[in-house]
């Protein structure tokens, strides 16, 4: 059974930061396509941020210049470093991978001002 599971969210003031995580079971991740969406309270779930297997990013340009995400396929991992967050950040962060499109549970980000 595949399994991905996020942490590391929580409750922080504007301008501070958190670090999610996206831990792979049942699955080498070191070949494929991973992805950080968010899904705000009564809005679409939206692309945040993605790698490629090679370490290629791109980011939405609500977060460019904020967040970085980075994998390490030892680990079977993938993260989001998110500085510098808004009170428009809030939202449930999602990881995703492309490959077998699997999605994590899912963990609540809120950012207060």
């Known amino acids: 059974q595949v399994l991905l599971v996020e942490s590391g969210g929580g409750l922080v003031q504007a301008g501070e930061s958190l670090r999610l995580s996206c831990a792979v079971s049942?699955?080498?991740?070191?070949?494929?396509?991973m992805a950080w969406y968010r899904q705000a309270s009564g809005k679409q779930r939206e692309l945040v941020a993605l790698?490629?297997?090679?370490?290629?990013?791109s980011y939405a340009d609500s977060v460019e210049g904020r967040f970085t995400i980075s994998r390490d396929n030892a680990q079977n991992t993938m993260d989001l470093q998110m500085n510098g967050l808004k009170p428009e950040d809030t939202a449930v962060y999602y990881c995703?991978?492309?490959?077998?499109?699997?999605w994590g549970q899912g963990t609540q980000v809120t950012v207060s001002s």
């Open positions: 790698i490629t297997s090679e370490g290629g990013t």
């Open positions: 049942g699955w080498i991740l070191s070949n494929d396509n």
């Open positions: 995703y991978d492309l490959s077998i499109r699997d």
